[in-house]
């Protein structure tokens, strides 16, 4: 299992032509609908992200890596069965873990919000009692470790939040996942520090889950398209 991270940067409008042509049709009409240059670029950069670490994987040149979805908008790559791979973004970070099984991942940048509103309507008590029994900082913190967390095993299964939020609760010392009805499932969690300013979390069912992120550089993506190495 590996994960990589990018910082998102600024594309002129020179170089945004060229790159948007590496990305699907799919992509580049939800491109093309967004408004926000930022939110632009962060969505061609997570698929050219996504498409080079095919290419150092898998050895598929770009032309050869289709993606798909599932019936809850979960990405996969179409004809490789044993490849899986999710997606986060969150303020500066894009990030992809990959793994031979289903894996998921979810990175929150930490912002003042009403965290004990969004805890007591989301959270089960178990988790919500994780998150008040620590001092007033660590409040804000441990909500956002609970949340992504959370979002990591639903990004996992693929489902979107057709998994009601409050059906499982996180063992937070074991790492597991605790469904309400029939206790631990079969998948692990892993917190990986990247920032301190966010909280990522992974969860995989390959119980060795990498400590290590790979970060790739804004000229080391872009030069793999423009040199034409994909
Ligand atoms: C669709 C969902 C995955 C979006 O999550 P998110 O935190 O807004 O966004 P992230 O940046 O983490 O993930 C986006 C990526 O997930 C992937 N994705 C989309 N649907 C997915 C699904 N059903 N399962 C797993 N991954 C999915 C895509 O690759 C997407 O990247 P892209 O936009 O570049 O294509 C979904 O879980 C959701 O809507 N969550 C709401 C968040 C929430 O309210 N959480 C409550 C706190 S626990």
């Not at 969505?43 to 890596?65: A, F, G, H, M, V």
């Not at 299964?157 to 609760?169: D, H, M, Q, V, W």
Request: proline letters at 1%; glycine letters at 2%.
């Amino acid at each position: 299992m590996d994960i990589y991270a990018i910082r998102l940067f600024e594309i002129d409008a020179n170089l945004f032509k060229i790159l948007i042509k590496y990305v699907s049709e799919e992509r580049k009409n939800r491109i093309c609908k967004l408004k926000n240059n930022r939110d632009k670029n962060r969505i061609l950069i997570s698929e050219l992200l996504t498409r080079k670490i095919i290419y150092k994987k898998l050895k598929l040149n770009n032309d050869q890596i289709y993606f798909d979805k599932n019936q809850f908008g979960k990405p996969f790559l179409k004809d490789y069965e044993n490849f899986y791979f999710n997606i986060s973004h969150s303020g500066k970070w894009i990030i992809c873990a990959t793994d031979c099984k289903t894996i998921g991942i979810d990175i929150e940048k930490i912002r003042s919000i009403n965290y004990k509103e969004l805890a007591k309507n989301y959270f089960t008590n178990e988790e919500c009692r994780f998150i008040l029994e620590t001092s007033a900082n660590n409040q804000i913190r441990n909500f956002y470790r609970m949340w992504t967390l959370k979002e990591s095993y639903i990004k996992a299964e693929g489902r979107g939040l057709s998994i009601p939020l409050k059906s499982f609760s996180i063992d937070i010392n074991n790492k597991r996942i605790n469904k309400v009805n029939s206790g631990y499932c079969e998948y692990f969690l892993k917190e990986i520090e990247i920032d301190y300013y966010y909280k990522m979390s992974v969860c995989s069912l390959n119980p060795s889950i990498s400590n290590d992120v790979i970060i790739i550089s804004e000229n080391n993506l872009v030069n793999t398209f423009l040199n034409k190495t994909i």
